[in-house]
């Protein structure tokens, strides 16, 4: 009976195994206060409103995460703990740190480069939080799947059965239960892969860059001008490059070898003189939008894919492993 609830707790382990555990992690010297968790719009919206009362970059940034127990310090290179927050988890962060450094470069106001880029930020993690919604239902039922074989063998102990000798015994039943064992592995390995291809993230640089261009053109600076502080902020070669060749007089084909998002939202802007900054929001909610919407989508996908490891792998193994032996233990009591 030990061995059976051994194997039990066993597979309710493997099952929430997919679940990432959350380490702390000691960045820099931070205050006594208890730690916790770090939400990145509140932080630069707390910084914004601390700049825009009259306190200088450094001392926003530091003060601010002073409170959150984060890295106070700020160097050259940004504020340390958006540099410690996008080396542990890159992602949000690298696009407050492009806008810190930004700030810097073009010595534009602080507080209207972080305002602009917290629209593109909570639009982000509003489809972040839709998608992961949409994705608990088959990551719960994952889970529950990959218990099902197991738990066979604890229902056919409760019922009076041994499976464990016949697993054990050397035989048809050990025979049973390894095959069983393969498939669970088979599944799980599977579901997981199901699982990562469908919660995959979708690549929103080019919609971040865009807010901060248009961050950059409210402030007062010139296309190229913005164009190339922003790459040189994000380390975006390419605006760089674009920023630079507009700026010597280069066409604007020559400037753009690789037409993408902001080069075809500011076209208009640079040959008609339209407004840029307008053309550059919406080109980056479309882009969001468009990403929620595939996530949605790669969940409801999930939903339907996880039937095959369920058909192919888990309820075979369930039949190998919790019954199989069963039946073997039940017959050989009788015999």
Known sequence: MVWVLAVTLGAWALAYSQVPLRVPVRMGRVSRRRRRAVD??????????????????????AR??????????VDDYGP????????????????ALAAARLSRELGAPLADLLDHYGEILAQTQAAADAAAVALAGPRTSARLLATLPLLGVGIGAAMGADPAHAILGGGLGTLAAGGGIVLIVAGYLW????????????????????HLVAGALVTGASIPRALSAVGAAGGRGELVDAGTLLRLGAPWEEAWPVPGLISRAIEPAWLDGANPVPLLSGAARSVVMRSDRLAREAAQRLSVRLVVPLGLCYLPAFVLLGVVPVVLSLGGGLL
């Not at 601010?64 to 310090?73: C, K, S």
């Not at 703990?81 to 690298?94: F, S």
């Not at 579901?191 to 865009?210: G, V, Y």
């Open 40 to 61: 990145l719009s509140a932080l630069i919206a707390e910084v914004s409103a601390r700049s825009r009362a009259g306190a200088g970059e450094r001392e926003a940034w």
């Open 64 to 73: 601010t995460a002073e409170r959150w127990g984060l890295n106070p310090a």
């Open 80 to 95: 340390r703990a958006l540099i410690e927050m996008d080396a542990r988890a890159p992602g949000p962060a690298r696009g």
């Open 191 to 210: 579901s997981k892969s199901l699982i990562a291809r469908a919660s995959r993230e979708a690549a929103l640089e080019e919609a971040i860059d865009a």
